[in-house]
């Protein structure tokens, strides 16, 4: 029993190694991936920018074109003032051409501060597109440099991977199934060592009886709480000493 239990944590070793290499390459990814998303980012704010500016831009010249009917109402009224005979239509002209002033100024000022905002979204814009393509070459060497690793680390993992297939044939088939299983379940980690009377997977006491028991290695041994296979491992300063 003690011989397969040394087969299934030398197979958990070389699992956790393989684990290793799948990790570092999802941290590159993730990095290309963290790249990617942030340019995006950008570009649907350029977007929104864009759309905000088309939206004032329309205002503006509608503006614009009330700023200029008033402009005309003003000088039509204004015309007019010399061709009334009576004080009643002459006052009523002066208030429609205060009104149509009053329409002027407040048009002018409204296009204006259309202007403004279009100008400061347009700067907007600019400062993210150049950002866009600075981000983009980044992105584009970090992806050179990340494809490089990933296949020196397929490299390595390949050879561990092959490893891996010859160890695991020479266990039993039970072992193996009940091995993979945990594997799966446990999130990499089906095999751990006991220390200080604890599970090192899941961190929970054990029965005294069961840890004489895992010592001795003369018998399948698993955590009551987590499942996993457990084993001992004899510490250095207990080494020395014998």
């Known amino acids: 029993m003690k011989e397969e239990i040394l087969k ?16 570092i390459i999802a941290k590159q990814q993730a990095l290309i991936a963290s790249r990617e998303n942030a340019i995006v980012e950008k570009q649907e704010a ?4 864009r759309g905000k500016i088309e939206l004032l831009d329309q205002k503006q010249r509608e503006t ?6 008033a402009g005309i109402r003003v000088k039509d009224r204004q015309n007019k003032m010399m061709q009334v005979q009576t004080s009643r239509e002459h006052q009523a002209l002066l208030k429609e051409i205060e009104e149509n002033k009053r329409l002027l100024k407040e ?8 202007i403004e905002q279009i100008e400061q979204l347009e700067q907007e814009v600019a400062t993210l597109e150049n950002l866009c393509l600075g981000e983009q070459q980044l992105l584009k060497e970090a992806i050179e440099t990340v494809e490089k690793e990933i296949k020196r680390i397929e490299v390595s993992k390949k050879s561990v991977v092959s490893q891996r297939e010859k160890e695991a044939l020479v266990i039993q088939a039970p072992y193996l199934k009940r091995y993979m299983m945990l594997l799966n379940k446990r999130e990499g980690i089906a095999v751990v060592a006991i220390n200080d009377n604890v599970c090192q997977g899941c961190y929970m006491g054990l029965p005294p009886q069961q840890v004489i028991e895992i010592r ?3 018998k399948f041994n698993t955590c009551p709480t987590c499942q996993r296979i457990l084993y001992f491992k ?5 080494a020395v000493g014998k």
């Open 8 to 23: 299934l944590i030398k197979l958990q070793e070389i699992d956790s190694e393989i684990a290793g290499f799948d990790n």
């Open 46 to 49: 350029i977007t929104v920018f």
């Open 64 to 69: 614009k074109a009330e700023h200029d009917d």
């Open 107 to 114: 048009t002018d000022d409204r296009v204006l501060l259309f």
């Open 216 to 218: 001795k290695a003369d």
């Open 234 to 238: 004899e510490q250095e300063d207990e």
